[in-house]
């Protein structure tokens, strides 16, 4: 393959002294003074928080989990000076598809390692497998935390596609993303149609400005849920893409902070029923957040927002062949009507699921890898 130099082999191996600084971090934790039945609909649960806080310091054990996501290949590649990490597994079946999975804000790698060996197991003869390629966007774990303005959506196509064609060598591949991957991965249709097979996203940016002149009714009625959405559900991102610096120094500096921060969106985000541990997992929510404390990611992912803002990338329509998967609980206005992705995508499977959340890959592995491998081998036989 081309740009084998570029390649290195990567082990999460945290530092114990960091691990301790942790520790000693959670047990020094100040709590702010209790409010009564706040049960989230304030924001984090104080009660849910303070216990997170204590488990993370006590019974959490960061070795052991080190060991379960080394298991993993990790790399970590040198694209034009930008490092880059990816878990790399190849698909055990005849001919795997070359897949690209991309993630958003405020999940991890973590959010497609039980999907992966779903991905890569062999099939019957006529259902693709994958060789997966599971990236880290810059300033997410560990690719490289960017220093300057300019890592816009945009920008990070060209490293991804730099990734699979000229580092991995695969000169025609699919992609998977949700959230800023999907982001990500619709500048990748604009501006390198030629080199996807397809592509396969979570949901549908509701926003557009200014809006189309020729909206019909079920648009229009979708536009006013959105705006209503928006005013209770966008402030994080308000803040983030207005005022990034304001709220780094704390996601940087408080694993209390960090914590708060984070988990709320997995508990309004996710089909979680009001309980993010009995769905997520605490150990898995824990190791989001520990590798976000360990690495700084928790502060560099949210910069993402402002970048977006400084340079929103190519618009128009993607006209690779596009499944959009839209899960019924996810916290952004669903459902959406399928002439409104259409604006942005050829779409050419639309499947509405009424389990799952925003973390789809996460929540529901099984149903996502599914629908994957159906829309893919629905391509295959086009050919």
Known sequence: MLGKKSISEFKIQIPEEEIQFLKN???QTRFAPPIDSSNWSDGTDADYLRELIRDWGTRYDWRSREILLNRFDHFLADIEGTKIHFIHAKGKGKNPIPLL???????????????????????????????VVAASLPGYLFSEIPSKHGMSF????????KLMVETLGYKKYAARGSDQGALVQQQLGLKYPENLIGLHRTGITPFLNPLPADLSEEEIQYQQKVASWAKSETAYASLQALRPETITPALADSPIALASWVIEKFQRWGDCNGDPDRHFGRDKLLDNLSLHWFYGAGAASVRLYREVLRNPGL?????????????????????FPRSWAERFYNVQRWTVLEKGG???????PETIAEDIRSFFKSLTEKR
């Not at 329509?317 to 459902?335: Q, S």
Request: net charge negative; hydrophobic share 50%; proline share 9%.
């Open 25 to 27: 971090r959670l047990k």
């Open 101 to 131: 999975l991309l993630q958003g804000w405020p999940s991890s790698f973590i959010q497609m390692l039980d999907i992966i060996p779903l991905l890569t197991e062999a099939q019957e003869d006529d259902i693709p497998s994958f060789d």
């Open 154 to 161: 945009s920008f990070i196509a060209d490293l991804m596609q």
């Open 315 to 335: 618009i128009g329509k993607v006209n690779v062949p596009t499944a959009i998967i839209m899960p019924l609980r996810d916290g952004i206005a669903v459902p």
């Open 358 to 364: 925003h973390f789809s890959e996460w929540e529901v």
